[in-house]
């Protein structure tokens, strides 16, 4: 193998880094393949096809939205085969073409398939088809992403238990499906095999379903997710077996001792980073207590002409993260002497479930913890003329702000299109536009959902 000018290690959102700006560079990507597929997590198994199936899963609940409404519809069939193929039908061809273009459409650029290691400074071995090769380089980027965790139970391993890595590829649907976890993954899940007529359990740790949302977010999700879903809190798994067909989960919760059957189980308590694949530690590469590659506001590594980013080494685990991330990156190769840095004050995110959840900046519980000076607006969905319209009864957007300043502090929302409603108070927050200059300093298009925003933010007690 020559030596490279730049080796990228991961194909999610390294694969955009090298761009006409690299023309006279050689590069070379390194990829193992996710399930066998190229681009790694947010186009085969993350983002993207949860969405796709998501909005399927939404619209499977017309029915019973429009029964309020006066509207009876029947859902007659979801057809499982038809919408997995539907969207992996597109997702693939994408995943292909990505690869191809790398490995073929450059003549700069060498895609290296397999997985690799680090074997030394700048030194990366990769086993894969082609034998074993050892790329060096002046520069590396890490994007080796992460994994889903697997619980220590005891026989989690006979079980065949699905990750998110493999659940959107069943054959068939289950009757019954047992989620482990009450987190992004499983509530996103839980609200798409629910909607296509799956019974769910989901089993939490906790006494709450998405505890680290806002305080009265997540009450509110766990009140709705348990009028849904068969919701056991509080529980410990015990150990876990397959009988006839069935996965027998047994747990113990605060009435002693029980046990779930399904005949799936999916297991979504959280991602790994890649560090131990790439054996970050051969590579000269710090990391943090959580295993992620320790970055600068830069995102160089403890070593020289390292950068990584993403999930191996982010504390966001978000591909508009990933992405920002990638494009600092790619400035600080091409200009060394004038680094950017990344910017992670307002980083917002979506949960897709049902309702839909979307949030940046402060908690109520991190404003009190962090000892901040704050008011909260409530504005139910309810009140809004939009809401009469939907007959909604449970959405809200809560907002904090500075008393004293009306700047925006955080601002959360559960219910329809939460992250679309959301987006305008990101950019409030990162423009600095105060409550009041945003609410009255524009107009707001009536009888719209974004009035649920407007009024949220003239219904904050300032000073
Ligand atoms: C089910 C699910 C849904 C999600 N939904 C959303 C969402 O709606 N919105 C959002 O913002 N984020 C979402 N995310 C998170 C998002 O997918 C990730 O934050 C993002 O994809 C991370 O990108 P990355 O480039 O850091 O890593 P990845 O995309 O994981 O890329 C890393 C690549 O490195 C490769 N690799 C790793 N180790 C090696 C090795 N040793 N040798 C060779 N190659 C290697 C991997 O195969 C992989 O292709 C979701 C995640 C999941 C799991
Ligand atoms: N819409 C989105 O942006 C989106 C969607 C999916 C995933 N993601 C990203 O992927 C990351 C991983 O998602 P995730 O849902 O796997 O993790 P998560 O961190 O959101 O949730 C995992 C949950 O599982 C719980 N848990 C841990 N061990 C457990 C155990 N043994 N039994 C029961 N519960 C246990 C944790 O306490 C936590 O509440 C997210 O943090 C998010 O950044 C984003």
Request: net charge negative; hydrophobic share 40%.
């Amino acid at each position: 193998m020559p030596h490279f000018d730049l080796v990228i290690i991961g194909s999610g959102s390294g694969n955009s880094i090298r761009d006409e700006r690299f023309a006279d560079w050689n590069v070379a990507v390194v990829e193992k393949g996710i399930e066998g597929s190229y681009g790694g997590t947010c186009l085969n198994v993350g983002c993207i096809p949860t969405k796709m199936f998501v909005h399927t899963a939404d619209v499977t609940s017309t029915p019973s939205s429009g029964t309020k409404l006066g509207v009876d519809l029947e859902l007659r069939d979801a057809r499982w085969r038809d919408i997995r193929d539907r969207i992996f039908g597109r997702i693939d061809a994408i995943s292909e073409g990505g690869r191809r273009y790398r490995a073929e459409g450059e003549p700069t650029v060498t895609l290296v398939e397999g997985q690799g290691r680090f074997t030394g400074v700048k030194e990366f071995t990769v086993d894969g088809a082609d034998g074993r090769q050892v790329l060096t380089a002046d520069r590396f980027v890490v994007a080796a992403g992460g994994r889903p965790v697997i619980p220590d139970i005891p026989g989690i391993e006979s079980v065949g238990a699905h990750t998110s890595d493999t659940v959107m590829r069943l054959e068939s649907l289950p009757p019954r499906m047992i989620i482990l976890g009450t987190g992004f993954v499983a509530t996103e899940f839980a609200h798409v095999f629910s909607g296509l007529g799956v019974d769910v359990t989901l089993i939490g740790r906790s006494g709450r379903v998405l505890r680290a949302q806002d305080e009265d977010v997540s009450a509110r999700f766990t009140e709705l997710a348990e009028q849904r879903w068969d919701v056991r809190l509080d529980r410990k798994e015990l150990d876990v077996e397959r009988v006839d067909g069935v996965t027998r989960l047994h747990l113990d919760g605060p009435d002693g001792p029980e046990v779930v059957e399904a005949e799936e189980l999916l297991v979504a308590i959280g991602r790994r980073p890649n560090t131990d694949l790439i054996d970050s530690a051969a590579g000269g590469l710090d990391t943090a207590a959580d295993g992620k590659i320790t970055v600068d506001a830069t995102q160089r590594t403890s070593v020289d002409g390292v950068w990584a980013l993403g999930d191996v080494s982010s504390a966001f685990e978000l591909k508009h993260v990933a992405n920002h991330e990638m494009r600092v990156v790619q400035h600080n190769l091409l200009h060394p002497d004038e680094p950017i840095e990344s910017d992670h004050r307002f980083v917002p995110h979506a949960v897709f479930s049902s309702p839909q959840i979307a949030s940046v900046g402060l908690t109520e519980q991190q404003a009190r913890e962090h000892g901040v000076r704050y008011v909260t607006k409530i504005q139910d969905y309810g009140d809004i003329a939009y809401g009469w319209a939907m007959e909604d009864t449970t959405g809200f957007a809560k907002l904090l702000a500075d008393p004293a300043t009306g700047k925006i502090l955080g601002a959360h929302i559960i219910g329809a299109q939460a992250p679309t409603l959301l987006q305008p108070l990101v950019q409030a927050m990162e423009f600095d536009i105060d409550a009041r200059r945003m609410a009255r300093g524009q107009y707001w298009i009536h009888p719209a959902m974004p009035e649920l925003v407007e009024n949220a933010l003239l219904g904050l007690p300032l000073d």
